[in-house]
């Protein structure tokens, strides 16, 4: 039995929309980034679904090793490296490359004696002033890497973008400009070795709208689940396809006369007899508790307005254009025909927030061409 509040993942979109990193990035290697549970969509089951990429972003140490658990071989990069002695065993038990950012962190390397060899990333601060090294400490990092016995490989260089998704905004070339003058040196040192330092900048809004950011490796994110980086384009104009939708059902219909107010508060009143439309999924499910009045919702695929309060179970909609409308008819919060950067608006938020914040009680679906449905 499928549950009230349901969410379909179509994997054929993900496969589209890797399709679309690659035209973007014809040359370069492709890192999808899978952290918070895939964005939601599910880390295990992206991950199975994206095997042909050539590495896996996580963010934490815990992420990654519950890939290698169920299976996953293709490299795994933990963005947001070891933190302390147990993670960092993990990272060395579980193969996981990592993401060195501090002096913490070099400091527990050097005090190490017994390592495994493993892969890192060094992480270069060009503005973004979260991790990662400024560009002054940015030789002495690379120095003590560079003489320690158990860095598998040449050191690999990121960084990462603080405002690539405004186009108008030159922080993003600033921060690209920086990164190359910083490297440029240790790239040209590697000129007759067999192993060059492989480079990192791009996320999605970086492949899709600075190409100069495309080198050896990029790192799709959002891009990846069918939603632009971009806050003034949805996914398709960029011919991307939303792989979640988020579904519900009319559980019950009934008039309410002018003067009747509706929901939490009465933060609503009808200004004529109404009909209203009770749908059976609430911010317990992850719908935004703050979705403003009028945020569009399809009932049996046609626009109706949100009316009152998002509550815990259930929202209200104006079925004013949908007299026939009646309780098991089908919702649709956000999917094909109704794109989540919308939703995002009308709630202040962005679509990030949507769907890293389904709840546990929303069943999944996968759905692919062979029209095939099951629940996971």
Not at 182 to 198: G, K
Not at 202 to 216: K, R, V
Request: aromatic residues 10%; charged residues 20%; negative net charge.
């Amino acid at each position: 039995m499928t549950s009230t509040a349901y969410a379909v993942i179509n994997l054929d979109a993900l496969q589209h929309n890797l399709q679309i990193v690659r035209q973007y990035a014809p040359n370069a290697k492709i890192m999808p980034v899978i952290k918070a549970n895939a964005y939601g969509h599910g880390m295990l089951r992206v991950a199975t679904n994206l095997l042909s990429s050539d590495a896996f972003a996580v963010a934490r140490t815990e992420e990654g090793v519950l890939l290698r658990k169920a299976g996953i071989t293709n490299k795994i990069t933990v963005l947001g490296g070891f933190n302390c002695i147990n993670e960092l065993e993990a990272i060395l038990t579980y193969q996981l490359d990592t993401v060195v950012h501090s002096f913490t962190q070099l400091n527990m390397l050097e005090a190490r004696t017994e390592l495994n060899a493993f892969s890192i990333w060094l992480k270069l601060d060009t503005g973004m002033n979260r991790l990662g090294f400024k560009p002054i400490e940015f030789t002495a990092a690379y120095q003590r890497l560079k003489y320690c016995p158990f860095i598998k490989g040449p050191i690999n260089i990121m960084t990462h973008f603080a405002n690539a998704d405004d186009k108008h905004d030159t922080t993003t070339l600033k921060q690209i400009s920086l990164f190359n003058n910083t490297v440029a040196t240790f790239l040209d040192e590697q000129l007759l070795d067999s192993e060059r330092s492989e480079c990192s900048i791009a996320n999605s809004a970086g492949i899709l709208g600075w190409p100069e950011s495309i080198t050896d490796w990029v790192r799709p994110g959002i891009m990846l689940y069918g939603i632009s980086p971009f806050p003034d384009h949805t996914g398709e104009y960029w011919q991307l396809k939303p792989v979640m939708g988020l579904y519900s059902r009319l559980i019950a219909v009934k008039v309410i006369e002018k003067g009747e107010k509706v929901g939490y508060s009465g933060a609503w009143t009808c200004t004529k007899p109404t009909l209203l439309g009770i749908i059976g999924i609430g911010y317990g499910d992850g719908y935004p508790r703050y979705a403003k009045e009028g945020t569009p919702i399809l009932v049996n695929g046609l626009r109706v307005p949100l009316i009152g309060r998002v509550s815990m179970d259930m929202i209200t909609v104006d079925l004013e254009s949908q007299p026939v409308a009646k309780p098991g008819d089908s919702v649709t919060l956000w999917g094909d025909s109704l794109a989540i950067e919308e939703i995002a608006i009308y709630a202040d938020t962005i679509p990030y927030t949507l769907v890293c914040g389904i709840t546990q009680r929303v069943q999944f679906i996968e759905y692919t061409k062979s029209l095939t449905q099951h629940e996971i």
